[in-house]
Nanobody, 120 residues
Framework: QVQLVESGGGLVQPGGSLRLSCAAS????????MGWYRQGPGKERELVAV???????NYADSVKGRFTISKDNAKDVVYLQMNSLTPEDTAVYYC??????????????WGQGTQVTVSS
């Protein structure tokens, strides 16, 4: 009923920047929160950043000051601007949405993931 589609991943050199996008579509009544998670090689999935319906944000300590999460409410799109990237940021980045669906209530939805590789 809801699809989350990420884009914007790729290969970037250390110190570079990337912007990820995640578009939500489907039978959306409202969005409670959207966020980005990542899973690096041999690591567990971890929260990167989240933005609430009112615009409040929360970041993992490892990305504070380098990453910025934002959203376009009119388009149901969330962005993750990533600056000063390091090899430790290499991971598959997943979009997550806590979304109210018509007739079904609140549930968690995930995108398919987009690869970010930071390497020289």
């Amino acid at each position: 009923q809801v699809q989350l589609v990420e884009s914007g991943g790729g290969l970037v050199q250390p110190g570079g920047s990337l912007r990820l996008s995640c578009a939500a579509s489907g039978s959306i009544f409202s969005i409670n929160a959207m966020g980005w998670y990542r899973q690096g090689p041999g690591k567990e999935r971890e929260l990167v950043a989240v933005i609430g319906g009112g615009g409040s944000t929360n970041y993992a300590d490892s990305v504070k000051g380098r990453f910025t999460i934002s959203k376009d409410n009119a388009k149901d799109v969330v962005y993750l601007q990533m600056n000063s990237l390091t090899p430790e940021d290499t991971a598959v980045y997943y979009c997550n949405g806590q979304i109210y669906v018509h007739g079904l209530g609140l549930d968690d939805y995930w995108g398919q993931g987009t690869q970010v590789t930071v390497s020289s």
